[in-house]
C-alpha cells in the first residue's frame, strides 16, 4: 500500500507563487516517475510536470520556464514550484507515482490539493 499526502495548496494572486508537496509513505526510489496533474472544472485531467527516478523532468508546454519539479529523497517527497502563476493555473493538483514492476505497472494519487489563482 502506497500513500501520498499533499500540502502547500490555496488562494495566491497572479503573479504569485505556491509551493506544493508530496509525501510518499516509502521511498521514492521505488517509483519509475512522480509526477504532479492538474483538473479544472470541466476539463480533463492532464500531466503539469514529470520527474523520473534518473531525474528527467518534463512538463506541459503551458508551464514551462513558470514550474519547476524537484525531488527530495532523503524525505521521500517530491514538490512542486509554482511560479508566475495565472488565473487559467486554478485547478485541484494531484500527486501521482508511478511503478513498474515486473509485468505490472501502478498508479498512486494522492487526495488532491486545490490551487486558486484569483485577485
Known amino acids: 500500500q502506497v500513500q501520498l499526502v499533499e500540502s502547500g495548496g490555496g488562494l495566491v494572486q497572479p503573479g504569485g507563487s505556491l509551493r506544493l508537496s508530496c509525501a510518499a509513505s516509502?521511498?521514492?526510489?521505488?517509483?519509475?516517475?512522480m509526477g504532479w496533474y492538474r483538473q479544472a472544472p470541466g476539463k480533463e485531467r492532464e500531466s503539469v510536470a514529470t520527474?523520473?527516478?534518473?531525474?528527467?523532468?518534463n512538463y506541459a508546454d503551458s508551464v514551462k520556464g513558470r514550474f519547476i519539479i524537484s525531488r527530495d529523497n532523503a524525505k521521500d517527497t517530491v514538490y512542486l514550484q509554482m511560479n508566475s502563476l495565472k488565473p487559467e493555473d486554478t485547478a485541484v493538483y494531484y500527486c501521482?507515482?508511478?511503478?513498474?514492476?515486473?509485468?505490472?505497472?501502478?498508479?498512486?494519487w494522492g487526495q488532491g490539493t486545490q490551487v486558486t489563482v484569483s485577485s
Open positions: 501521482n507515482a508511478h511503478s513498474v514492476t515486473g509485468w505490472n505497472n501502478y498508479d498512486y
Open positions: 516509502k521511498s521514492i526510489f521505488s517509483f519509475t516517475s
Open positions: 520527474v523520473t527516478a534518473g531525474a528527467i523532468r
